[in-house]
């Protein structure tokens, strides 16, 4: 039977929410909809728990949603100065910025790059002459050949 999520709010308040505390109950359950969680799910009743018991526990104005809509309308106002402020700063950057400084730094601090290993042509065409020698190739051509015969049969 799943778990009535604004009923867990109502026994963390432990009495009957009047209107305004039923709306913010309903709003926290919302917010909890919102960040991904199953409200009414019975494995995510742990997780709403405690988030009740805070919310229950706190001091509430006197008109929680006055105070919920002052709070996001301040929250509104920083956040757009602040975009306006990262607006400015990033017209402001490309300007300030010298490129081709940069980039000389850069290959400056870079070391050169510098091949110190060699691979010696005869080495290797020795290894592949000695692997190849006309044993193995013969063994080779022997267990391809057994393996075709016992294949057919």
């Known amino acids: 039977m799943p778990m009535n999520a604004e009923q867990i709010f109502v026994d963390a308040l432990?009495?009957?929410p009047t209107p305004d505390e039923l709306?913010?109950?309903r709003l926290m359950v919302w917010m909890l909809t919102r960040a991904g969680f199953v409200v009414e799910g019975p494995s995510n009743a742990p997780?709403?728990?405690p988030w009740a018991?805070?919310?229950a526990r706190l001091p509430q104005p006197a008109d929680s949603h006055a105070?919920?809509?002052a709070a996001g309308q301040t929250i509104a106002t920083h956040n757009q100065q602040g975009i306006e402020k990262i607006?400015?700063?990033?017209r402001e950057l490309p300007a300030k910025i010298d490129h081709r400084a940069i980039a000389a730094e850069i290959a400056q601090s870079m070391p050169p790059f510098v091949v110190h290993n060699r691979i010696d042509a005869g080495v290797f065409s020795a290894a592949l002459r000695d692997s190849l020698?006309?044993?193995?190739?013969?063994l080779a051509a022997a267990c391809v050949g057994l393996a075709g015969f016992l294949g057919w049969h």
């Open 23 to 25: 709306r913010d109950i």
């Open 133 to 138: 020698s006309l044993i193995w190739v013969s």
């Open 53 to 55: 018991w805070i919310w």
């Open 14 to 16: 432990g009495r009957e």
């Open 87 to 90: 607006e400015a700063i990033a």
């Open 67 to 69: 105070a919920l809509t």
């Open 47 to 49: 997780f709403i728990v």
